[in-house]
């Protein structure tokens, strides 16, 4: 019984680390505009972004 605790104890604090580096995830969603030979070409696109401190 004692293990289950203590296994639940680590999986809690790693899930709580988790959140924590999760938590400065930053997503970007849009459209691109490309010019070619054949004109104008629209792609969308997602970004995410991990922001790591300082001024962004």
């Known amino acids: 019984m004692k293990i ?3 296994l639940f104890v680590i999986v809690a604090v ?3 680390f988790l959140l924590a580096a999760c ?3 930053h997503t970007n ?3 691109d505009m490309r010019f070619g030979p054949n ?3 629209v792609s969308p696109h ?3 972004d991990f922001y790591g401190g300082g001024r962004h």
Do not use: N, R, W
Request: glycine share 22%.
């Open 29 to 31: 969603v849009g459209v």
């Open 4 to 6: 289950k605790k203590s």
């Open 14 to 16: 790693f899930f709580l």
């Open 39 to 41: 004109g104008p070409h």
């Open 46 to 48: 997602v970004g995410v």
């Open 23 to 25: 938590g400065s995830a």
